[in-house]
């Protein structure tokens, strides 16, 4: 047997280490180098990210890799939003219609530790820690990292170069800054950044909320959203507008301007969160950003993934589940290329046809995302998208074959790309609003009378558009 | 009288050279700075837009420095696109159905030269060639420039500092690397590439093809262009893709190459064009790329303006038309704030407001730009795409006062934002498109009943989109 190339990948995060234990599976020598200190040997910085939603896509990855049963261990499943009105009430909108559709909280260190273990067990997996990317030579697949243990700076090389390493990529970085090819992209910033903060659990261990939901406190321009983690407390996240509103990060400069913002808008999550102030200013502010790019790869020789190729803003719970779904379907066209060039990879054609094949659909992903800020702050609360929520949730309860919501489409259908899945999803909502805004759709009518019209009408809206496009 | 402030404008290119004109003619001390040397006093490089398209939004800025009249002069109408086929047959599609809507093809240098007079003829301006932007102090409106006579660098500051150093803009880029606030960017570069040719005059001077008209030849994935000179020659230009095509300027590298490319293609084209090869490889093969970016300011002591702030592809020839109309748009702005404060001026404001105005419509006509590339390359030639034209230009010419094509909203409707332009004019043509598609406007139809049928539908198609973005 030919001895298969050796692929260095930078960045052992979530698409990362999952990268690496599927290269090392299929028989490549993988060495995955990190700029952090080993997570499994260190404490964890407070405000990052503590939990996400894992959701189908994601699970396909690790399905992949077969650490899925493993990772379901650390899953909480949540079956809807749950939804928090400035007096305290609560409303929960499923989000399905189906009973097994649900998503899961699931702890980043923790799902991330356990790919690391995985990964660390093959033979053929070398990992490096403390090592940050310093810069990449894109045509010979090797960096310069700086050993932050002894400060010296080492290189790195390999057959093939993959950049894992995050929104803030060293690797993209070298692409931007290459200039012998044309490199579009671009980093979009919402006026508004995050901030996470912590519903402790109670003495015993409890939840001191349903821990079967997202939690959703939408107020127009701020929000508020809390994940379950095991250990009984919830991660909350606050998403408000840096500047330029009543209230604003720069605004919230005191404990007393933080509690009395709270007592107002979400004073049901105040009260579950005894040291609100004391959390709010020890954890940081992030800003919430979208990056795309194109080429992803160079030279046949380095190549981004993950949000290195194309970060994303958390509003659909789609980040890590996108990264993941990347390393599958690399993996498909690997599989389709790999070796058939007389014995051999044509790695320029192997990344070139990945690019191809996932471009449109981390497009779509990102823009779905943004969709799904403004969906969530503002429109959830409004009755006509309540009304069309409600319809969709009584098509997916009495024809769960038979109609899919954009939110199904893309969270539970893996088989659907995203790009189809906006595509589909944008058209029936389209049709399903317009369709209650006109009142075409009548009380005496059936269900599956209202399925047909909503299935006509998108169809309709699909069809007008094309026209417009292809100008046949 | 107060004296105003000092301003320091980098790049004299069109923008730079008529923004200090006006800013000069409002007061100001400006000091004018440009890195290459006085285009009055030396030769012109060949293949770098030599002509360029005026029409009414740029008019309005040239207007509002007096110097309109004599930017008339430079100036060649128009009045549509003649449409050239394989077989050298042509027609012709006009711009408008109105005749006193034509576009004008202008001498880049011609004007910049008028511009660049008329600005050195005030008192208050100072303008500085050869001195290449190295960096900018974004905060206390300085930069560094390298004088390109002397080796030496040198810095300039001002009260304020306004970058109108075109798409590979320094000053911007200052603003990517400063890392003090978020700044949203995005380069986009499209797989074509263009390069300029010549159809010379003939010996005696006259034209070789009408002058009256911008030349096209649409073919599907490559298109020429021609537009007139005052000396009776014509600048092409061919928009190609750089590769993966069976026509491509990889694959173009003989001469015997492109002189049988031009013969299939554009036959008729170069039986006009005797020196074909020898120019294509003289002449260098130009990106074509869209640029965006927020924020413009900073600190209320630096601005960003025109290409530097929104560089756009060239197909809807409002590259030019665009950055002089920031020029009015800032104008009356600064009409609105100056000396507001006490007496004085709050920058801040200013440009903050110049922005909040100005983006959205700058990002519209970026769009539209690249709308038209594929609507010039793949659609003229369409049956369907002829069919809306003829019927646009039949409401034109028959009701002058109550249609106006996409075109021209975007080209002669002044008062008409760029924004206003696009969301209108796209739903205009998704209006007609599905209605000649789906067969509802026949021939017994008068084109008054047919008029009314455009203007219902093209109103329901904004509702339906307003209905899903304001969920009401």
Redesign the interface.
Known sequence: MKIKEHILIVGAGLCGSLLTLRLAQRGYMVTLIEKRPDLRQVEQDAGRSINLALSDRGLRGLRLAGIDSEAKKLCIPMHGRMIHDRQGNTFLSKYSGRSNEYINSISRPGLNMLLLDAAEQMSNVEIIFNHGCKSVDLENASGTFKNYSTGKEVNYSADILIGTDGAGSSVRKSMFNHKKF????????LTHGYKELEIPATKEGKYRADKGALHIWPRGEDMLIALPNLDGSFTVTLFLPYSNSEYCFDKLTTADSVLSYFKKEFPDALTLMPNLAEQFFANPTG?L?TIKCSPWNCYGKSLIMGDAAHAIVPFYGQGMNASFEDVVVFDEILESFEGKENGSTNWNTVFSEYEKNRLKDTNAIADLAVDNFHEMK??TA?E??QKKRKLEMSFEAEFPMDYYSKYSLVTFNEKITYEEALKRGRAQ??AI??LI?DGKLTEEMSLEEKLAIVKKETKDVLH??A??RN??
Chains 1, 2 share one sequence.
Not at 182 to 189: A, E, G, P, Y
């Open positions: 044309l490199f579009s992209f671009s980093q979009q910033w800003p950003g503002e429109h409004s006509l998208f909502d389209k609003l317009n805004d007008d558009d026209v417009v100008l046949k």
